[in-house]
DNA sequence: CAAGCATGGATAGTTCCGCTATCCAACGAC
DNA sequence: GTCGTTGGATAGCGGAACTATCCATGCTTG
């Protein structure tokens, strides 16, 4: 398949695919000649991958790179390279600021994870830690309620959406098919916990305030 | 206080606050003399407010605008103020392609919505309902399970989220309290439970193929 | 086999967004 | 009165994600 049809297969301008190409989210295709390549089905796969990261997911194009380039190390274990998509996203800056808020969202978050019985956080520190601890300490400095007993029933959930999400990678077949399922479940399901939240917010504020 | 005042408590330039003024997010200051203006506590709450929606929730300074605008508007009534950020928000482009996968996309979540007994949603059609349809049929074009079986837990889950989130909305004694907060925790609790995902899923993928 | 259009690599340009820097006239404390 | 401060207006900057143009090659068709 030459590139236009790569373009039209998949929906992307040949001139963002080349784009694509040039920042290392796409492998070359096989060059056929001088001036001409050549791709396969691996390749619009790919591209799809990348665009429902860039589109869906909102990560930013060097991100994808970097997540996908993680994901395709074989030098890690498969532990890690699950982790892959984790350890490279989230990219709210971390708790920048060292003010009152941020201590307290600390704590909060620490008595959490404890409680939660989650540990070995601190020691391979996940970006999602420093995230999370930005977000609570925002909602602090709003005087909204957000301390651990707040936090425990998401900590929860959360729990169990991760094993739903756990046992969706393991129907995969194939090692390299469950660090791509890692990666495009983690990031893709995010939009659709979150719309789930929002239709869920109507529903539940039409039962207690009841319009009509 | 002063504008040097408000910028110097809410860490926030007075550069940007003056950018802020001129885009309609916060009120402009009791305007003193011709050219002085006295800020008070309710402008600095303002700008913390706008300032978390930002740079946490990710959200674009124009839709910011829309959503505290309808947040106070004040002739719409209670139900309707409540889901102003949830209607002004998500701009993921809605289903803009029509092809195979946005139509099973379609009707896995007609038939979630179903189940989960959720009526309504095609009446005043929220943008997170358009969003979730985009990320299902991402999906499902990458080959992911995500017929309504893998999507009901998630369902389930969102509303026992949207009840804790209202329960702590109800915690706010007067209305407009309890709209600012429901913005505020739609939107800020997003990072939280996202990350808290991410979290369980180290977690969890630990547990299943334990290093050490 | 020549004409002519398609291919794909390189490079520069465009658009949007979120600030940021510069001016400048009016204030106000010393 | 002097001089630093305030705050409104305007223009500029830097990053991100594309997008448009150029051009040498090469396949294709009459």
Redesign the pocket.
Known sequence: M?????SARSGV????I??Y??EGLLQ??H?????????GEEHLRRLRLVRAL??IGK????VAREVIAAAEDTSLDHHMRLGAATRALPRVPGPAEDDEATGIAHRSVDALLEQLGWHGMHDEPSPALGTLITSVAALVRLGYPCDTAHLLPYGRLAAELAVADLDAVEEQPTAAGQIEAAVALTVLYEPVLLSLRRLAHVQESARRFGGR
């Not at 030459?2 to 790569?6: K, Q």
């Not at 301008?13 to 963002?16: F, I, K, L, M």
């Not at 060059?31 to 791709?39: F, M, N």
């Open positions: 030459r590139l236009a049809e790569l301008s040949t001139a963002t080349k784009y190409l040039r070359p295709g060059r056929v000649t001088a001036t001409q390549a050549e791709y860039i589109q990560m930013p194009v060097a």
